[in-house]
């Protein structure tokens, strides 16, 4: 929490509870799925944890946030501050009324269960949350290797920097020197109006009436140029930061860890031109994979290399590891992509909204990604999570992932690639 | 008329202080409607009379440069402002009264900005630590400005004001409390215009009239050097900023 509020004071202290226990609840989540590999505690307990656990964050996600979202925003505008709890209701009846018909086109509802149930809530939660991951992650599948991989890097050399710099001042000195003209200009209306109006009286005012000072017409074009300058002087500097950026990675890229990671990326390119592979493949033959990974790779080791091992034992380890690494890495991840954002978009005044928007995305992304965990399990242990969240289609959220998977993939390869074209040719330009 | 004197002022301070609206209401005394994000730097323009009703009164012209931004930011970020701090002459510090992390971030702010133009005189500068010994020997005015006044609570507002004044006395500099969209603070005359008046002459003095100033820059190296060498040497700054302050105005 410190570290995501370092240079602003979030004085609401409410909302950095929303945002604690929205996060604390979210790992007791990956916890009760770790204990039920490792069968912790009672069967029956942790069926009531699951659900208790549950209970309380989809209460938290549908009800409390969206509320103290619309309420802050409410109490941003200060036309509306008297009737701020009026209008926030409002706001939150809006939000309930289209979270509802988000559910209607996707084949998710069952007519057993009632209305607020907790298949229905979730079903809508998972839809929501699992757009979201997989948009993440078809992002960062391909921002990964562009990051990493120096290979991308264009070149920047000291000169480059030094020219725009002299752009940037040359701009800001024409600036500087119309400015001037227009300070003085009002400085002499200003004295001038002053010298005509205290002799002449009723007839003096008459007269600054009828007879406009040319000088003001004047500023008015001048001003105009003003901001065009001052619009270009803003596109200079933001290209200045953009070259020392380059040059920075292109330093860093050239130590060891740099290396590191430039070998890193490779490994990340080729993982991730797998995973959009498989994406494809599973929506084009539509298959939804049954067995998950780890009992897949005992198979065919044992079928293939005629290793013999106990096949029990090891995959209730293995597969512990492996979701305990997805689970870190992915919580990981979403924490320093968050960060990032929050020091990007931040301002003393949205502050309150951006973390209560950010703790309803983790939210709903930790409760997407348990839904997809149970892919990656093997299938005793999927039967908890089958039993807790009813009867949820679960083929579909894993078709639903990969088509978004794709798409978000292709069309960020896409944007980087223009990017990329485009700005070597802004360079080029006299 | 163009060809009067400049002075470059630099105004720096966290986002969202408000240095927008003090530059607009310095330089064309209205009060900034519609204030937006400063990306990069903007600048603007005031005339301002040296040495008002004397006989030896001249204009100048004192660019105000307003450099948007946060001290967090990216190491690249600081670098391009860093193509800002050539050749400044003085330093108004904004910060914002009812934020207690925009005061303390003004420390990180001086330094980013000193340390560009700081005489090199051979002692290791501490990065991010706010070290007093690189205050009393600065050579360039501050000012320190709080914005912001009108939404502190009347109860809170002496704490406040205390806090400021040492805030204020750290710097060695005047300071000003004030509300960016209420001109009546600095009309002709209060003593907040004084404030502003005497400051801008003082950097006026130092950049045109000054220059035997800089052979003063002995006394400081020597200061540091006993102040390193003896450990428990008192603290100069109340009085080593005093004594250096009359040495230099007769």
Redesign the interface.
Known sequence: MRQLF????VRQYVVQVIFSVTFAFSCTMFELIIFEILKVLNSSSRYFHWKMNLCVILLILVFMVPFYIGYFIVSNIRLLHRQRLLFSCLLWLTFMYFFWKLGDPFPILSPKHGILSIEQLISRVGVIGVTLMALLSGFGAVNCPYTYMSYFLRNVTDADILAL?RR??QT?DM???K??????T??TMFQKGEVHNKPSGFWGMIKSVTTSAPGSENLTLIQQEVDAL?EL??Q???E???L??T??RIEYSKTFKGKYFNFLGYFFSIYCVWKIFMATINIVFDRVGKTDPVTRGIEITVNYLGIQFDVKFWSQHISFILVGIIIVTSIRGLLITLTKFF?AIS???SSNVIVLLLAQIMGMYFVSSVLLIRMSMPLEYRTIITEVLGELQFNFYHRWFDVIFLVSALSSILFLYLAHKQAPEKHMAP | MASLDRVKVLVLGDSGVGKSSLVHLLCQNQVLGNPSWTVGCSVDVRVHDYKEGTPEEKTYYIELWDVGGSVGSASSVKSTRAVFYNSVNGIILVHDLTNKKSSQNLYRWSLEALNRDLVPTGVLVTNGDYDREQFADNQIPLLVIGTKLDQIHEGKRHEVLTRTAFLAEDFNAEEINLDCTNPRYLAAGSSNAVKLSRFFDKVIEKRYFLREGNQMTLSPICWQMFSIWIPGFPDRKRFGGGTLKSLHYD
Do not use: Q, V
């Open positions: 370092k240079d602003y004071e710099e940037l001042l800001m600036i500087i020197s400015k001037k003209r227009m300070a003085m009002r400085r001052e002087s803003r200079l500097f933001l200045t930061a953009d020392y950026a040059k920075e020091y301002s003393s005044k």
